[in-house]
């Protein structure tokens, strides 16, 4: 791996069995505090210190930094999960139900502090048949969509699967309301198509959220689940917080996390190749305590060209947002299909590029799919 000391002491501070003391000298620990906030751990980070001030010489500053970023989780989380168990409670007074997913679900069960897993928007998971019902509630609380109409809506696509609603009180923050857990702008034919929501649902557990009764999902689908998402093309593995999210998910399950049914319905849902190369960086990495014959079950038989690109260049630590669009794109299999994908990359549907720009169709343009084949480049030039 190609780690500097500033990186190596972050992924120390990422892992929950951490072995042996560090032995790292010269620690620029102006870089360190910045790659700890660009990583989304800082306030993982602040936790430690009582630890890392044994080994090191810690400036004050920097300690400063990180527990003012702890902090202003504390205080982020706080507001969110206020305004979560005022959204939950109504849902539940009404008969929906709904599962609690990521930072959400994650910060107040594995992390067991929510102050360590920052959070920007919270993200539901509610059925088809609810989508119209959840819409005039959160609108009866000050919420409205701000991306389409939910009247706007085609359930066959496989694009976009969810809903922005935003309050204009700034203490608020945004709900992605979903009906599938892969939303996506790139096409996703190759595997959407094999998820079943309904074993999302029929397996999903109860629990308490923002002190109200609710649901999250399976800890093995949570990690299949957070594995797909880590692989988005936007994300890339291109942050830790998604390798904390899986260690720390597996940590907290334990005995309780049953393997082989991950393995089947990865499988069942074509998704190992996300799921084995997630699970795989994070042992890999922070040493995530993944079952060797788990990630052998969910190997490939062998790597495509884009693939082993991908692959040497996370080992190399030169994680770029955009460049998991080579195992998306190896997903496809057949010279046809792959000329399809990136085509319909460059050029998605009109709506869904609409969406995607906050914008309503009528007001779509060449421009955007200008800056859509622009942005697409960009990302493609980083990768080279």
């Known amino acids: 791996m190609i780690w500097s000391n500033e990186d190596r002491l972050l992924l120390y501070c990422c892992r929950t069995e951490n072995g042996d003391p560090l032995k790292l000298r010269d620690i620029d620990w102006n870089i360190f505090l910045k790659k700890a906030q660009i990583e989304g751990i800082s306030p993982l980070v602040f936790s430690r210190l009582p630890e890392l001030n044994k080994h090191f010489d810690i400036p004050e500053y920097v300690a400063g930094e990180l527990k003012k970023d702890y902090y202003l989780s504390a205080t982020k989380n706080a507001l969110i999960f206020e305004e979560l168990k005022r959204v939950l409670a109504l849902f539940n007074q009404k008969g929906i139900q709904v599962i609690v997913m990521k930072g959400a679900a994650l910060a107040e069960t594995v992390y067991g502090n929510p102050a360590l897993r920052s959070m920007s928007d919270v993200d539901l998971l509610v059925k088809k048949e609810n989508i119209h019902q959840v819409d005039k509630l959160l609108k009866k609380l000050g919420y409205s969509p701000a991306d389409r109409s939910v009247d706007d809506i085609d359930f066959t696509s496989t694009y976009l699967t969810t809903l922005d609603y935003r309050n204009p009180s ?215």
């Open 170 to 384: 700034k203490n608020s923050p945004s709900f992605h309301i979903h009906w599938h857990f892969v939303n996506s702008t790139i096409p996703n034919e190759s595997y959407i198509g094999y998820i079943k929501m309904d074993d999302i649902w029929q397996a999903a557990v109860r629990t308490n959220i923002a002190n109200i009764e609710t649901w999250v999902m399976s800890p093995y689908h949570l990690i299949i689940h957070l594995s797909e998402h880590a692989l988005r093309v936007t994300h890339s593995l291109s942050k830790l917080s998604y390798f904390c999210d899986i260690d720390r998910t597996i940590n907290y399950y334990g005995k309780s996390l049953d393997w082989d049914i991950l393995v089947r319905d990865t499988i069942r849902f074509n998704l190992n190749k996300m799921v084995y190369t997630t699970l795989y960086f994070s042992a890999y990495f922070i040493k995530a305590n993944v079952p060797e014959d788990v990630l052998l079950k969910l190997k490939p038989e062998r790597l495509s060209i884009p693939e082993k690109i991908f692959m040497r260049k996370t080992a190399e630590n030169k994680r770029i947002p955009g460049m998991s669009y080579l195992i998306h794109l190896s997903m496809n299999k057949g010279l046809a299909k792959k000329l399809k994908f990136v085509g319909r990359t460059l050029f998605p549907p009109k709506d869904i590029l609409a969406q995607r720009s906050y914008i309503s169709k009528s007001d779509m343009n060449y421009r955007y799919y200008f800056n859509r084949t622009k942005e697409v480049l960009s990302r493609v030039l980083q990768i080279t």
